[in-house]
């Protein structure tokens, strides 16, 4: 649900995926040796994570490049790929024989632009300059990065019910940055950094041919840095900058359902997940309303990721031709307002990240039609309903509701080799800032900030899968 997409600034973390160690059985260990190598290197090229947010806030959406090319309609049903379990675990009882491997790999090109006026009150500057505001055009130009998002997955049957399995994906981030420092409106956002990858072990059960289970674990490590003018850049008071992370767990859950044959019904459910953040925030200047000297200073605070429900259902029309869709709930208004403290100080109240955000909605409709036993076409649109409203909206993510239009294709080169194309635009609606009086990261030293926010952004993806 994000209207402003500019910011994906490339983070690379490697992850080994060991899988299965000493389950695979006779039938495995007769192509390991001569795979290995193959395996480990793909596993860790795919295994990059970008920071940027594209479903919601700071989520990421962009985890699937099969799925992208319906906007993700029935990311919670079992299909060719096993990418679905990113959203609904019980899918990877839909995984073939033996091992499958994929690499997803996201190509992001945003553009997004601030245009609008910054107001310094004269009573805040100091003495010496003149009793008028100062007006301050705001044109920040185009804030995005071009970037790049892999996430990988693995699935092994281990029999004709139980199917193990592993996900590596990054489900959120943020990066935003002006290239000026100095422009006009650095006081609310000079940069914004939220970085973070997910190990997810997944156990999945097939009951019948009617329903399946799975469950898995969350095992989450998670960056943030944030930085703005430590007043209005008119003042030229320095940078205060804030970091901090954290590793937590949490679990992921689902279902799926075939009442009748070429029917089938998914829903999945992530987590919320609790993280203590400790790092350490630095002081250009005394803070307003404190003695509180300039300095670094050891903080902590808590920030809980909100969890999320996929409802997703396909139904074959023809041999050839399937309709999918999905709903996607996610429990953004679970943020609130996390306290920043000072844990070298008795953990005494800094400030607040004021967050308050609302629920977040998505839908998505999408089709498939197999033009051949090789070809496979697919198209979708879908609307997101963001959980930031102008009387939140703020400069580190002005987010708003979007639309989305997708289309894609895979080829199967043979029985276990596939790729997946997948292509996105995303059309923003209109975006305002209003970050005046009585707005909740409004200060009197900082000035109002008001204006517009314009982008769109275009969304090139790529898979392999291979089953061994």
Known sequence: MICFLPHRKTEASFIKILLLEGMMGEKMMSWAHSKTALFATTAIAASVAASSAFAGSFALREQSAYYQGMSFAGNATTGPSISSMFWNPATITGAKDGLTFEAHNSFILPQAEINGTHTQGANSLGAGVPPVDVVTNVATGDIGSDAWIGSTYAAYKLSDQVFLGMAVTAPFGLSTKV?????????????????????????????????????????????????????????????????????????????????????????????????????????????????????????????????????????????????????????????????????????????????????????????????????????????????????????????????????????????????????????????????????????????????????SVDIFTASMRYTF
């Not at 033009?371 to 930031?388: H, K, M, V």
């Not at 895979?410 to 923003?428: A, K, M, R, V």
């Open 179 to 455: 290239d000026d420092p100095s422009w006009a409106g650095a006081a609310y956002n000079r940069s914004s950094k939220v970085f973070s990858i997910n190990a997810n072990p997944i156990v999945g059960y097939k009951l019948n041919d009617m329903f399946s289970f799975a469950v898995g674990a969350q095992i989450q490590y998670i960056d943030v840095r944030l930085t703005n003018a430590a007043a209005s850049p008119l003042a030229n008071l320095g940078t205060t900058m804030l970091e901090g992370t954290s590793t937590s767990v949490g679990v992921t859950a689902g279902l799926t359902f075939k009442p009748f044959e070429g029917t089938e019904i998914g829903l999945g459910y992530r987590s919320a997940i609790a993280h203590g953040l400790t790092g350490n925030v630095y002081l250009p200047v005394t803070p307003t309303g404190t003695t509180l000297p300039a300095g670094s200073y050891g903080i902590s605070t808590t920030l809980i990721t909100p969890e999320m429900v996929t409802l997703s259902a396909k139904q074959d029309v023809t041999d050839k031709i399937r309709l999918l869709g999905t709903f996607e709930w996610t429990n953004w208004s679970r943020l609130e307002a996390p306290k920043v403290l000072l844990s070298d100080l008795g953990n005494a109240q800094l400030t607040s990240l004021p967050f308050n955000y609302e629920d977040g909605y998505f839908a998505s409709l999408g089709a498939e039609y197999d033009f051949n036993d090789q070809i496979t076409l697919r198209a979708g649109a879908a609307y997101e309903w963001s959980p930031i409203s102008t009387k939140v909206r703020s400069a580190r993510l002005p987010d708003n509701d979007r639309i989305w239009v997708s289309a894609g294709g895979s080829y199967n080169f043979n029985d276990s080799l596939s790729f997946d194309l997948g292509y996105t635009h995303i059309f923003g609606t209109d975006t305002d800032i209003n970050i005046v009086d009585g707005h909740q990261d409004y200060s009197s030293t900082k000035g109002s900030l008001v204006g517009t926010v314009d982008s």
